[in-house]
């Protein structure tokens, strides 16, 4: 199982990012598919969720209104489309994967992209 973030960077505030993540080894169009982001020195938060047929998303409220997610389910891939960028948002953004089993749900996550939003 593979998750690989990609299309992080440093952008000016008001910038604008498009993350990629791309997944390998299970079948993606089962999984909820999440992007978390850790700041330093700050706990890890939930910023986007996606439905595994893409129907239904869900943002953090820190978030809406200038981040998209979608996903590709035939090239095995999310995105977080990142728009008018805060200093805020500067984090480790991380790519998730969850499936609910029995008796333990499947989580898988991806080694982080980082993003840096500053002048």
């Known amino acids: 199982v593979q998750l690989v973030e990609s299309g992080g960077g440093l952008v000016q505030p008001g910038g604008s990012l498009r993350l990629s993540c791309a997944a390998s080894g299970f079948t993606f169009s089962s999984y909820v598919m999440r992007w978390y982001r850790q700041a330093p020195g700050k706990e890890r938060e939930l910023v986007a969720r996606i439905g595994s047929a893409g129907g239904s998303t869900n943002y953090a409220d820190s978030v809406k209104g200038r981040f998209t997610i979608s996903r590709d389910n035939a090239k095995n891939t999310v995105y977080l489309q990142m728009n008018i960028l805060e200093p805020e948002d500067t984090a480790v953004y991380y790519c998730?994967?969850?499936?609910?089993?029995?008796?333990?749900?499947?989580?898988?996550w991806g080694q982080g992209t980082p993003v840096t939003v500053s002048s």
């Open positions: 998730n994967a969850w499936r609910a089993g029995s008796p333990y749900s499947e989580d898988y």
